[in-house]
C-alpha cells in the first residue's frame, strides 16, 4: 500500500514539477524585452530534456570511454592495454565473427520469412489471414529467455541407452535411425550459431511480416492491374511492382532487426553460455563486468559495440533525413 | 551556418566538461577504520538457496534471542552480480557469505573487504578451522573472512544394495578404483554418472574432477604451486592430470551417456540413475550438498539407499595418503559496527552450527564442532570422513582468478571432454589467459 502512495506521489510530484519548472521559466523568458524572449524560449523548453540525455546518455558512454584506459577497478590508467588483450583474446575474435554473422543472416531472413507470409497471407481469405498471421505474430509477445526456453526442448538430446528423447529434433533424428546428436554443439561450419539464429528469427519474423503486410496491401490495385494488362506474370510482378513500392519499409524492418541483432545476448546466454564457439560480444562483456570483475575490459568491450553500430545510425539517420525530405 | 556553429561549440564546450569531471575512481584507506554504534539490526545475504539456509535462519534467530540484534539472511539468486553491483554502487550488505574465496580477495584489492584482524580474535578462529581453508581468504597475514560451511567434494554416492549384491568391493586405492571400474564394464554395467550441465556455468564438475587428480597425482605442494600460480597452468603435472581425467570420462562405456552425454545432462539430475531400479551407473562423485538433489522417498531413508566413500588417493608415484577436496562459504563484514562485529564473532566461533546441523545437509569447517550434533547418520559420517583425511585443499577454481576459475578453466575443459581440444592446447590456452 505504501509503495502505491509513493508510486502516485512520485507520479504526481515528478509530472507537476516539470510542468510548474516550464511555467515558471516561460513566465521568467516572457518578461525579457522582445527580441531576446524570442531568441531563449526554444533553449528554455529543449534545455531539460538535453540535459536530460546528456546526464543519462552521453556521461556514461564517455564515463566508459574514460573507463575502457583504466585498470580492472577503474584506479591506474592502461593506456590501450585492455584493447589489446581482447584483440589477442582467441574467444573475442570469435565473438566478433559470430556477431557478424548474426548481422548477416539473421535481419535478411527475418525480412524474407515475414515478406513471404506477408505475401501469402494476403491471398487467403480475411478471416483466415487473420489467424495464419495472428499465429505467426504470437511469438513476438515471448522474451527471449521464455524463448530460449521453449526451444530448449527441441535442441535437448539424451545420450544414455534407453533414456527417452524429450528433444523434437533429437526424437525425429533418432525416430528416423540416426545417432543422437549434441545439437548446440555443432560448431563446425558454425551449424550451432545458426541453430540459434532460428529462435531469433522465429521470434522476429511476426513483426517484419505485420509492417510488410501493411506495406504490400499499400500498393495501389492500378499499377497491378498496369502491369497486368502488359502482360506479367506473378513473379515479375512480384519483383519488378510490388519489392520496389515496399522497399522503404523492407529497409525499415532490415535495420529495426538489425539493431536488435546487434544487441543479441540473453539467446545465447540462456542456450549455451558462449561454449562451443557461439560467443556473442554482449555475453562476453557480461562475463569481464560481473564474473571476472575486470571493469577496463568490459567498459573496452563496449566501446568496440558502440563503434561497431555507429555506422547503422548514421545511415539510418541519413535515410530518415531523406524520407523527410521527399515529404 | 553561424548557428550550427555556435551550437557545435556549446557540445563541445558540454563535452569537454564532462570530460574534466568524469576522472578515475581514487585508491581506497586500508584497514578497517573505527566501529561505528550498531542500529540493532544486521543484514546478511550469500548464494545458500532458500531451502539450504533453513538451519542458518534457526540459527540467526537463537541468536537474535540472546543479542537482541535483529538478523536477517536474504539468498540471492544471482550472488556474484548482486554483490558487485551493491559494493560498487556504495550500498553493501553488513555481511555477505561468500561461495568463492576468490571473490573475497577481488573485494580486498578494492578496498571493500574489511580485515578481521581489527574486529575478531583471528588467532582463536586459525586455531579451530580445519587446516588450510583460511589461507584462502588470507592477504598479507590479515584474514578477511570466517568460514560458516564446508562442502567436501571428494564423495563417491553408490547405491548399497545393488552395489554390494554384484560383489563389488569400496576401493581402497586409485588402482582399486581402476580396476572396480574395470569390473563393472565387463559385467556390462556403467560404472560412473557423470553430468557437468550448469547453464552460463557449465564446466565446473570437470574442473572438480581434474582437482581431485591433480591433488592425487601431483600431491598438495604442487597443487598449491598450480592454483596459486607459481606453476604455469600447462605444466606437465596438470596437463597429465587432465589426460587422466580424459581417460575416465573418454573411455568407452565408462560414462553413462559418454562424454556428449555427460556434457549435456544438469549436474543435479544426473544423481538419479544412480537410484533408479535397476541403477543406470554405480557410482557419483559429487559434494554432499548433492542429497538434496535426489528423490523424496531415497531421501526419506538415505543409509539403506545409498552409501558413501572418499574417492580413493595413494595413486602409484604420485601422493601416498588421501586429500579431500572441499569448498565452502566464508562470511566477509562490509560494514564495521559493533552489531556486525558481534555476529562476526558468533559466526567464528566453534559452537556456531548447532541448529544448522540439526537441519541436516550442512558440515562445520571447525575441527572442534561437536559431531553429535549432526542429526543424520550420513552427516555424521561424511564429518568422520573428511576429520580422517591426509590434507584438506580448498576448490583450486575457486582460488584461481575469476577469468581462469570461472572462465577458461571451465570452458577448455568443456571443450577438451567434448573432444575439441587435447589437453596440452587446453592448459596452454587458460595458462594464456591467467591475468595476475
Request: with cysteine.
Amino acid at each position: 500500500m505504501i509503495k502505491i502512495l509513493n508510486a502516485a506521489l512520485a507520479i504526481v510530484a515528478g509530472v507537476g514539477g516539470m510542468l510548474a519548472l516550464f511555467w515558471i521559466l516561460n513566465l521568467l523568458v516572457e518578461r525579457l524585452p522582445g527580441r531576446w524572449e524570442e531568441r531563449i524560449k526554444p533553449y528554455v523548453f529543449i534545455g531539460p530534456a538535453i540535459a536530460i540525455v546528456g546526464l543519462f546518455l552521453v556521461y556514461p558512454a564517455v564515463q566508459t570511454v574514460i573507463f575502457s584506459f583504466a585498470d580492472k577497478n577503474s584506479q591506474k590508467w592502461v593506456g590501450f592495454e585492455n584493447y589489446t588483450a581482447l584483440w589477442d583474446d582467441e574467444n573475442f575474435r570469435a565473438a566478433l565473427v559470430n556477431n557478424l554473422l548474426w548481422i548477416l543472416v539473421v535481419p535478411a531472413a527475418s525480412v524474407l520469412v515475414g515478406l513471404l507470409i506477408a505475401v501469402l497471407a494476403d491471398r487467403l481469405r480475411p478471416g483466415n489471414e487473420k489467424i495464419a498471421k495472428s499465429v505467426i505474430f504470437m511469438p513476438m509477445a515471448i522474451s527471449f529467455v521464455g524463448a530460449s526456453t521453449i526451444w530448449r526442448f527441441i535442441y535437448d538430446t539424451r545420450f544414455a541407452e534407453g533414456d527417452e528423447q524429450i528433444g523434437l529434433l533429437s526424437a525425429i533424428t533418432t525416430g528416423l535411425g540416426f545417432d543422437p546428436v549434441a545439437w548446440l554443439r555443432l560448431d563446425s561450419w558454425n551449424v550451432n550459431d545458426f541453430l540459434l539464429m532460428v529462435i531469433m528469427i522465429w521470434l522476429q519474423a511476426g513483426f517484419a511480416m505485420v509492417l510488410l503486410s501493411a506495406a504490400v496491401k499499400g500498393v495501389p490495385d492500378d499499377t497491378l492491374e498496369a502491369a497486368r494488362i502488359d502482360g506479367a506474370n506473378e513473379l515479375q510482378i512480384f519483383f519488378r511492382v510490388v519489392v520496389p513500392q515496399i522497399w522503404p519499409t523492407v529497409i525499415v524492418v532490415f535495420t529495426t532487426v538489425l539493431i536488435l541483432v546487434m544487441k543479441v545476448f540473453d539467446i545465447v546466454y540462456v542456450m549455451t553460455g558462449g561454449n562451443a564457439d557461439t560467443d556473442v560480444v554482449a555475453n562476453i562483456f557480461v562475463e569481464e563486468m560481473i564474473e571476472f570483475g575486470d571493469d577496463g575490459r568490459a567498459a573496452a568491450v563496449v566501446v568496440v559495440l558502440m563503434i561497431a553500430v555507429i555506422p547503422v545510425m548514421i545511415y539510418q539517420v541519413r535515410r530518415f533525413r531523406m524520407q523527410e525530405a521527399g515529404r | 551556418m553561424a548557428r550550427r556553429r555556435r551550437s557545435a561549440i556549446a557540445l563541445a564546450g558540454i563535452t569537454t566538461t564532462i570530460l574534466f569531471t568524469g576522472c578515475l575512481a581514487g585508491e581506497d584507506d586500508e584497514g578497517a577504520g573505527e566501529t561505528e554504534d550498531g542500529d540493532g539490526s544486521v543484514e546478511i545475504i550469500g548464494a545458500i538457496p532458500e531451502e539450504e539456509a533453513v538451519g542458518l535462519v534457526k540459527e540467526l534467530e537463537a541468536f537474535t534471542e540472546d543479542t537482541g540484534i535483529e538478523v536477517s539472511y536474504t539468498a540471492s539468486t544471482d550472488f556474484t552480480t548482486e554483490i558487485r553491483t551493491r559494493v560498487s554502487g556504495g550500498d553493501p550488505p553488513d555481511i555477505a557469505l561468500f561461495p568463492q574465496p576468490g571473490l573475497v580477495t577481488d573485494l580486498v584489492d578494492t578496498g571493500d573487504a574489511l580485515p578481521l584482524n581489527d574486529l575478531i580474535d583471528t588467532d582463536d578462529l586459525e586455531g579451530h578451522i580445519v587446516p588450510g581453508f583460511l589461507d584462502s581468504v588470507t592477504v598479507d597475514d590479515e584474514v578477511y573472512a570466517v568460514p560458516v560451511r564446508m562442502a567436501a567434494k571428494s564423495l563417491v554416492w553408490y547405491p548399497v544394495p545393488e552395489f554390494e549384491e554384484a560383489g563389488y568391493q569400496v576401493p581402497e586405492t586409485w588402482a582399486d578404483l581402476e580396476a572396480l571400474q574395470e569390473q563393472m564394464r565387463s559385467d556390462g554395467e556403467t560404472p560412473w554418472c557423470l553430468g557437468a550441465e550448469s547453464g552460463a556455468d557449465t564446466g565446473w564438475v570437470y574442473t572438480d574432477w581434474v582437482e581431485e587428480i591433480m591433488l592425487r597425482t601431483a600431491g598438495p605442494d604442487v597443487y598449491d604451486d598450480w592454483t596459486s600460480h607459481e606453476i604455469p597452468f600447462d605444466d606437465d603435472a596438470v596437463v597429465e592430470a587432465v589426460e587422466q581425467f580424459g581417460e575416465i570420462v573418454h573411455t568407452e562405456g565408462n560414462v553413462r551417456g559418454g562424454p556428449d552425454g555427460s556434457l549435456n545432462t544438469p549436474f543435479g539430475e544426473s544423481v538419479l540413475p544412480l537410484v533408479e531400479d535397476p541403477p543406470g551407473c554405480f557410482m557419483h562423485r559429487q559434494a554432499n550438498f548433492i542429497t538434496t538433489f535426489m528423490p523424496e522417498d531415497v531421501q526419506a531413508d538415505l543409509p539403506a539407499n545409498v552409501g558413501v566413500f572418499v574417492l580413493p588417493g595413494d595413486v602409484e608415484g604420485g601422493f601416498e595418503g588421501t586429500p579431500v577436496l572441499g569448498g565452502g562459504d566464508l562470511a566477509a563484514a562490509l560494514v564495521n559496527d559493533s552489531d556486525v562485529v558481534e555476529v562476526m564473532e558468533f559466526l567464528a566461533s566453534s559452537d556456531f552450527g548447532a541448529e544448522w546441523a540439526a537441519e541436516g545437509g550442512w558440515l562445520s569447517p571447525s575441527v572442534e564442532f561437536d559431531t553429535s550434533n549432526y542429526a543424520t547418520e550420513i552427516d555424521q559420517q561424511i564429518a568422520e570422513l573428511v576429520s580422517q583425511a591426509d590434507v584438506f585443499r580448498f576448490d583450486g577454481s575457486d582460488l584461481m582468478p575469476a577469468a581462469v576459475g570461472a572462465g577458461t578453466f571451465w570452458d577448455e575443459m568443456v571443450a577438451f571432454v567434448g573432444g575439441e581440444q587435447d589437453a596440452g592446447d587446453a592448459a596452454t590456452a587458460i595458462e594464456e589467459s591467467w591475468r595476475d
